[in-house]
């Protein structure tokens, strides 16, 4: 592993205000290649062992990869205006639906979006605040964008287009349509949706409940959702994470909170991963993503992110559908791990502050 002092000074001074001179850089980029050493090192050390997959050859597990029901449909436009809570803003279900115009429920709340987030390039560009919504806070059934770094944004773009970034079930809907704009999107494009979001703050929209009980849920297109009649089931081995308002979710509002419940003791076990590698069963993850797990340069951070997608990753490193640039370091991280330790792990990265 390489890391460019001066490709990194450079970019980090493109990223600051001109008035940032290159030289008060310098020392930070020093300090990070000190530390990326270390994690070289470590890395290197955790190589040197030997691994035994935990599960062997398991299946995506299917609770944290939802699929549409067959024959879903979305409702017709009906010119009905729909409203979400502390919005003077109203639209259709056509505009909700639309995959080229981002709901922009809150000016106030984000900076000018650029074209190619509020509104795409049709036809196959698609807003990317449509997904992720305006401020890129996304959802259960993505990826949240908000704040991370520019140079991983753009990686994960072009390992969409070059096939080193997969899913272990491709044909969900989110996958492919990520896929399919890697390959029409342009580089300058996809630098100023990356810009964009990585000067955003992310904020905490989940609330982590460790418990033996969960209501019953159904899949509402891309996610699970509280079943309108009612009921509760064994929580079993498994996240189960719902948005506390489906209309609001529904409506691509980026202030939707969601509730992750999650089995009871799987937080302070994940903790145990994550700060001690859990009687080296695995590396800690502040090595790599920073001692607050909010990321270091251009590795990102993975604090308050949703548990349902934190799993879908460390399956798919695992088992090899991500295999972009350092993603032989997090296949090895993930090695001696099975199910229970990827849920443990997300439940606790889900409590943290983002």
Known sequence: MTFD???FVGDCHNS????VPQKAIRPVAKAMTTR???VTALSLAFLSQPTTPAN???APPAWA???TPPGFKLPPDDGKLHHVPNSSAAFTTGQLQDRFFTKDWRPDDHPPMPDIVAYGRKADVLACGHCHRADGAGGP???SLTGLPAA???QQVVDFRDGARKSSVPQRIPVALMVSLSHAVTDDEVAQAAAYFSSLKPKRHIKVIETDTVPKTYVAWLIYAVSKDGGSESIGGRIVEVPDDLDQFESYDSRTEFTAYVPVGSVAKGEALVTSGGADKTVQCGICHGPDLKGLGPIPGIAGRSPSYIV???YDFKHGERAGPWSALMARVVANLGEEDFISLAAYLASREP
Request: net charge negative; aromatic share 8%; glycine share 4%.
């Open 56 to 58: 062997g050859a398991d």
């Open 5 to 7: 002092i001066e490709q």
């Open 36 to 38: 990326l050493v270390l």
């Open 141 to 143: 059934e993505n990826s």
């Open 16 to 19: 600051l205000a001109d008035d």
């Open 65 to 67: 990869y939802p699929m």
């Open 312 to 314: 879908r990753q460390l």
């Open 152 to 154: 991983y944004l753009r």
